[in-house]
């Protein structure tokens, strides 16, 4: 009689841990699906980071044409803005692409804003260097394989 108690108590508490052990994979399994998902938290927050860097650059380029249309008394043109280059760190370079100006921003961001003074686009920037040594290397691999 004992002894079929006491059989009886760890019967149970193997089953306690096991159920506890499924729970927990449970648990584990869902949190991973919440963190690293395609629409994890983690995700979400490298969009915003994203997002706030872009909304920032905007806000700047149009405070910076804000400061020059009041000095200017309102008449503000792209030539103006690309003589800020010589003034501003913050743009690195700045030149005409047809009708439109590049702003080049810490060597980072590349803005394009048209004759009405409006932001078009505000993509990545990389240097055309650092662009020449990536085609470099690729055609280096291609030319490897293609030895094959």
């Not at 841990?17 to 629409?39: C, D, H, Y």
């Amino acid at each position: 009689m004992i002894k079929e108690k006491i059989k009886q108590e760890k019967a149970v508490t193997l089953t306690a841990i096991i159920i506890t052990v499924i729970v927990l994979v449970i648990i584990a399994g869902v949190s991973l699906a919440l963190f690293g998902g395609e629409n994890g938290i983690l995700s979400k927050a490298k969009a915003g980071v994203s997002e706030y860097k872009m909304q920032s650059l905007i806000e700047k380029i149009e405070l910076k044409i804000g400061s020059i249309s009041l000095e200017k008394n309102g008449e503000v043109n792209l030539e103006d803005l690309i003589n800020l280059k010589d003034t501003d760190n913050e743009i690195t370079n700045a030149y005409m692409n047809g009708d439109n100006a590049l702003l080049i921003l810490n060597d980072e961001y590349q803005c394009e804003i048209n004759p009405k003074l409006e932001i078009v686009s505000i993509t990545n920037y990389q240097k055309e260097e650092k662009n020449r040594l990536l085609k470099s290397k690729k055609s280096l691999y291609f030319d490897d394989f293609s030895r094959e």
